[in-house]
């Protein structure tokens, strides 16, 4: 049987706050502990800390970073997809995902997210974070209401309820 993939996305290491930081750290560690991979698109900020928090649980980290060399992504990712295709890699990280957790964010994280939303991927927001999670969670991208995103209060919450909805 195939594991779980939940793709983590939000703030990248210049706007990432430490509140984000520390949910996104907790979200990766509760993703390792229910077995699911933990993918991410492989740099900084939330993507970093959640890598951390999977790699430290034991968990495996797959990292699909925007540049094409694979020495960019950070040290937390077990397996490095370096695409080269800058900002045209969001598809690729959301259709690889069975689930998304959203932690903060900003236009990038929208990009990720509004194509989990295009292809009915489940959605879940964990509140508090800022950005795009406190924006888009507890409802739904534009008016075709295709897939309803998910607010959850806490990250431990927000995992639970990926990985039963991946």
């Not at 993918?39 to 790699?55: C, D, N």
């Not at 060399?69 to 295709?85: F, L, M």
């Not at 990720?112 to 406190?134: F, H, L, W």
Request: charged letters at 20%; a negative charge; aromatic letters at 6%.
């Amino acid at each position: 049987m195939r594991r779980k993939q939940i793709l983590v996305v939000g703030f990248n290491g210049d706007t990432c706050t430490e509140i984000a930081s520390k949910a996104a750290y907790e979200v990766g560690f509760e993703i390792a502990r229910t077995g699911a991979v933990l993918i991410t698109g492989g740099l900084g900020g939330v993507m970093e800390a959640a890598s951390r928090g999977a790699k430290e649980a034991g968990g495996f980290v797959i990292g699909i970073i925007p540049q094409d060399n694979k020495d960019e992504a950070n040290s937390y990712c077990d397996v490095v997809i370096a695409t080269g295709i800058g900002y045209a890699r969001d598809f690729v990280t959301a259709s690889t995902a069975d689930a998304v957790v959203v932690v903060g964010g900003g236009a990038g994280t929208l990009i990720e997210v509004s194509a989990a939303y295009q292809k009915r991927i489940p959605i879940v927001a964990v509140k508090g974070t800022g950005g795009i999670a406190d924006r888009c969670g507890d409802g739904y991208i534009d008016d075709r209401k295709l897939e309803r995103i998910i607010l959850a209060e806490s990250p431990a919450a927000a995992v639970k309820s990926a990985v039963n909805l991946g």
